[in-house]
């Protein structure tokens, strides 16, 4: 085998007939096998109309691809042609196989014919050309974590340097950058003595400046906005955008009112990027034209070989109320402390296009004392909170230093995001729940959760185990098995009391990707259960009744943010509730890549039901991603991620029905989650409607699975 690491996103390797196209960052390699043994020599990247990292050429007459790869064709320049998903003939042209696997690849061929199979039966495409030619093979890293880590000092000056770098991530600054797939997974910033930025991350140079002053604080409310558009940040005694035009557009000083402005920038120019690019690498008919398209003053599509400046002008001429309605969700909202210690949160922010805002103090101080029913405080008040849209905050913009923190925020920190980066998830269908249950009763309750009338969608295995000793809970929680553990046991800060002593949750060494605690007063146990290793991890203040408690784990077992999950099981009308890591952290890894819908059915009548949807933005599915729902009783085009849709008629009653095993959704029928399981039929159907019309008023959005019974 010959290849080298020279500390590219990609490289390549040859073993006899096989091309590796080795990802680098992901650590994976793309096996592309030739009719003869490769010469690779570089080539060119700009042969290609889509970004490679970096390319190779040599002689070949066809190529086998391996299964389990999605491949389509263009022209050379980019133009979209068709989907490999039937065997193919082209006439002869100069053609580009976009190949997407475990890394993404591009066969490029110039003047030739070609004969394809196509995927459709599961194995791998062979695509011949008409005579030997010249191949190039370009690779581009899937880049999904850091490329590098940046060491920045406390000077709010150096972290404008290493903010101005963050951009170093996107393959490029055209409005493909609303792609996310385009955007790259931003480098780290880790605290140190003196600041560090490698060579190899370099600023973009997009003819963009952002000016503020020289403070933590806001240098992290526009540190969102400096990435996507590639931005150089600089200290300016006045907020404000430097277009290479010569163009300024002043900003606001005040800390909230630049927080609303940066956030409105950041959509405004999401969106009319994800419009501009609609005739581009993935061409696509769009819901969002249906509202906006007529009101805005210019054609997108007509800007997408604009400069960034170019387009900014034009965008920032748009009025926010045009498109505001049409904006999709954001996963999470982020709130920093205005001092350091948020600095290294910013890289895994700016991925997610998280809104920043800054409250609170600027250190994290101490732990409180005990609180008013004599429970233990927090030991360490967060870094940072998160809010997320599906789970409102009704006290307004938390604080980190808030105790405790209010119901439905969640403690974010650095762990939670690095977590995801090192720990893979139970795939859907394939999940394993372990219950520690306090007594009998509780115990009692959990299995009619799990049999009544079986385990919910998702869930594989379950188990209970009640008062276990210290040494039988920490098993639970190390059994590598296990992607979920849901603890009723007391708790007293990070404090669990098993039958014969405490353990403290923040001296473990291994704990399930997801975990949820009853009893927890505050978010401590589920922040210390991430700093050892969770994604996420929910604190209830009190106990779940068996329905909620179904609801809840079957809709984390189905791939259902977190948040989202929380808000559907309608945990807050019981009790007190907070979430540790980001709140659009998932529990589980979708059987297919993708956003995990919500279809709300509300009936009109017996017969009748209104219906709408809305896909949930997750730290998976970030925005910029399209979502097309297909449904046999609507015409759909694809739409944003996060975005709300009404359907065009009421559905019947046979047609909810239909609804119930949709795989990529979460059925939500007048405010009860109906699982496929569930085997909901007719009569259910009707003595929900009946119900829902008696109560005189639409029932909460969010719902639980809790049956039709009349009683």
């Known amino acids: 085998m010959t290849g080298s690491d020279d500390g590219r996103r990609v490289t390549f390797e040859t073993a006899g007939e096989t091309l590796y196209v080795r990802d680098v960052l992901e650590d994976e390699r793309l096996a592309l096998r030739f009719d003869r043994e490769p010469d690779p020599r570089p080539a060119l990247t700009d042969l290609f109309a889509l970004p490679v990292d970096r390319a190779v050429s040599f002689e070949a007459e066809s190529v086998s691809i391996p299964a389990y790869s999605l491949v389509s064709v263009r022209e050379s320049g980019g133009e979209f042609v068709a989907d490999l998903t039937d065997d193919l003939t082209l006439p002869r042209g100069s053609y580009c196989f976009d190949v997407v696997g ?34 190039t093979v370009g690779g581009r890293s899937l880049h999904t974590r850091p490329e ?51 060579e190899r991350l370099e600023t973009p140079d997009t003819g963009v400046e952002i000016a503020v002053p020289a403070t933590y604080a806001d240098v992290y409310r526009i540190a969102p906005l400096a990435y996507y558009l590639g931005s150089t940040v600089v200290s300016g005694t006045d907020p404000e955008i430097r277009l290479e035009t010569g163009y300024v557009e002043p900003l606001p000083t005040e800390g909230v009112a630049l927080e609303r402005r940066v956030s409105e920038v950041l959509g405004t120019t999401l969106f009319l990027d994800s419009l501009a ?19 805005l003053p210019f054609y997108p599509p007509n800007l997408a070989d604009r400069s960034t400046s170019d387009r900014l002008m034009e965008y920032l001429e748009v009025d926010p109320e045009t498109i505001g309605p049409s904006l999709p969700d954001w996963p999470t909202t982020a709130v920093l402390r ?32 005990p609180d008013d029913r004599g429970r233990a405080a ?40 690095e977590n995801g980066l090192s720990r893979s998830r139970p795939t859907k269908g394939d999940l394993r729940v372990a219950f520690a249950a306090d007594s009998d009763e509780r115990a009692r309750v959990i299995e009619r959760a799990m049999t009544e009338p079986e385990p919910p969608d998702g869930v594989d295995a379950w188990e209970v185990s009640v008062r276990p000793t210290r040494e039988e809970f920490r098993g639970l929680l190390a059994d590598p098995s296990v992607g979920l553990c849901l603890c009723s046991l007391p708790t007293d800060g990070s404090r669990v009391a098993c039958a014969d ?8 060494e291994t704990v399930p990707t997801t975990t949820a605690f009853e009893h927890a007063g505050r978010v401590a146990p589920a922040a210390a259960s991430v700093e050892v290793g969770s994604l996420g991890s929910i604190a209830v203040d009190g106990a779940l009744g068996a329905s909620r408690l179904r609801t809840l784990v079957g809709l984390l077992a189905t791939a259902t943010p ?120 007719e009569a259910d159907v009707r003595r929900s409607a009946r119900r829902a019309l008696a109560e005189r008023s639409t029932p909460p959005e969010d719902g639980v699975s809790v049956g039709f019974d009349e009683g």
Do not use: C
Request: net charge negative.
């Open 277 to 295: 690019r609609t005739e581009g690498y993935v061409p696509s008919e769009r819901y969002e034209y249906e509202a906006v398209g007529g009101d």
């Open 102 to 135: 475990v890394t993404k690849a591009f066969v490029r061929a110039v003047d030739v014919e070609v004969s394809a199979t196509g995927m459709a039966d599961g194995g791998a495409v062979e695509i011949e050309f008409d005579g030997s030619t010249t191949v």
């Open 148 to 198: 590098a880590t940046m060491t920045v000092p406390d000077d709010p000056h150096a972290l404008m340097t290493a903010v101005s770098a963050l951009g170093s991530s996107i393959a490029e600054q055209s409005p493909e950058r609303s792609w996310p797939t385009l955007r790259g997974y931003p480098p780290r910033i880790e605290r140190g003595d003196e600041l560090d930025v490698p």
């Open 501 to 508: 002593g405490v353990v403290d949750v923040a001296d473990l």
């Open 562 to 681: 977190l948040a989202a999950s929380v808000a559907l099981a309608r945990v807050r009308e019981v009790t007190d509730v907070r979430l540790a890591g980001d709140p659009s952290v998932i529990a589980v890894t979708p059987e297919r890549a993708g956003a995990q819908g919500v279809v709300r059915i509300r009936s009109v009548s017996e017969t009748e039901h209104a219906v709408s949807w809305r896909s949930l933005p997750s730290v998976d599915a970030r925005v910029g991603t399209e979502y097309h729902p297909l449904f046999e009783w609507a015409d759909t085009v694809p739409e944003l991620i996060g975005a709300d849709r009404e359907g065009p008629r009421p559905l019947s009653t046979a047609e909810v029905l239909e609804l119930v095993p949709e795989p990529d959704s979460v059925v939500d029928l007048n405010g009860t989650v109906v699982f496929e399981r569930d085997e909901t039929s």
């Open 378 to 417: 927090d030991p360490d008040p967060p870094i940072a909170a998160g809010t997320s849209p599906s789970l409102a905050v009704a006290e307004g913009t938390p604080s980190p230093d808030d105790a405790p923190l209010p119901t439905g925020t969640a403690a974010l920190s650095v762990a939670g995001y």
């Open 338 to 369: 205005p001092g350091p210690s948020g600095m290294e949160l910013l890289g895994h922010l700016a991925h997610l296009l998280a809104p920043i805002r800054v409250r609170g103090s600027p250190v994290t101080g101490t732990a409180s004392g």
